[in-house]
């Protein structure tokens, strides 16, 4: 199962808050493809790595295509997958920012906020994340190109410790991968559990003004093709008011 979103552009991993075509506790995966090379943006939980490769099979790529795996933050469900992917495609490039990529390859579950999550009843108990170290750090904005694609890491500390949103610039126009930093309608994403700051979204989400952004791709619940800056500008102004901002 996959869904096509544009030309080369599929969203093939999505559990219970997204469009379930992978296990429940999946982010939602987004696969970018052009010109016989592809990039993944997050690996979902690692309950079901196999059902995301097939998807991507059956949207037409051959996995071996993929360069990048770009990680916009390592809470399980967006990288709980990464050592399946890595282990099922040896060549592919691991992406993440330094300090999520120490938690990726070393993390306790109170620092993944796994423990906290577990607690909340997010994950069953029996939930265990795989580590696997990134292959190459990130840098705010570094720039990668693949075939047709741009892609700009934008690291907006916040949601996660040191969570990426990816710009990407793909057939005249403009993505944003948000991880779980802002979703459609200004909503952010604060959780009670280490690494997570309202003080840091402050600081750091004005990185993301003035971008020109089309779409808004968030990792979880609903996309916009259209206007995603606006949604990001609703957060932005929402952070100036002493009010706390719409959570999801
Ligand atoms: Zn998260």
């Known amino acids: 199962m996959y869904i096509r979103i544009g030309q080369g552009f599929y969203m093939v991993g999505g559990g219970d808050a997204g469009p379930g075509i992978s296990s429940y506790k999946d982010c939602n995966v987004y696969l970018v493809a052009d010109g016989g090379q592809a990039v993944l943006f997050d690996a979902g939980s690692g309950l079901d790595t196999g059902r995301i490769l097939e998807n991507i099979r059956?949207?037409?790529v051959e996995p071996s295509q993929i360069q990048y795996l770009f990680i916009t933050h390592c809470h399980g469900d967006h990288a709980g997958g990464v050592q399946d992917m890595k282990r099922a495609l040896p060549c592919l490039e691991v992406v993440a920012s330094a300090?999520?990529?120490?938690?990726m390859e070393a993390g306790t579950e109170r620092m993944l906020g796994l423990a906290a999550?577990?607690?909340?009843?997010?994950?069953?108990?029996?939930?265990?994340?795989?580590?696997?170290?990134?292959?190459?750090?990130?840098?705010?904005?570094?720039?990668?190109?693949?075939?047709?694609?741009?892609?700009?890491?934008?690291?907006?500390?916040?949601?996660?410790?040191e969570s990426v949103c990816y710009q990407m610039d793909f057939k005249g126009r403009r993505y944003l991968f948000s991880g779980d930093s802002v979703y459609k309608n200004?909503?952010?994403?604060l959780q009670n559990c280490y690494g997570s700051s309202l003080e840091r979204y402050r600081k750091y989400l004005?990185?993301?003004?003035?971008?020109?952004?089309?779409?808004?791709?968030?990792?979880?619940?609903?996309?916009?093709?259209t206007n995603g800056q606006a949604h990001i500008e609703k957060a932005l102004a929402y952070l100036e008011s002493s009010a706390l901002p719409p959570m999801v």
């Open 58 to 60: 059956e949207a037409g």
């Open 99 to 103: 300090k999520e990529a120490k938690l």
């Open 117 to 161: 999550a577990k607690i909340k009843g997010a994950y069953p108990a029996d939930y265990v994340f795989r580590h696997q170290k990134a292959d190459r750090i990130v840098e705010h904005r570094e720039v990668f190109r693949i075939s047709g694609m741009e892609v700009e890491a934008i690291v907006v500390p916040g949601h996660s410790i």
């Open 186 to 189: 200004g909503a952010l994403s």
């Open 206 to 225: 004005p990185r993301l003004a003035g971008r020109g952004i089309d779409a808004l791709i968030p990792a979880h619940f609903g996309f916009t093709l």
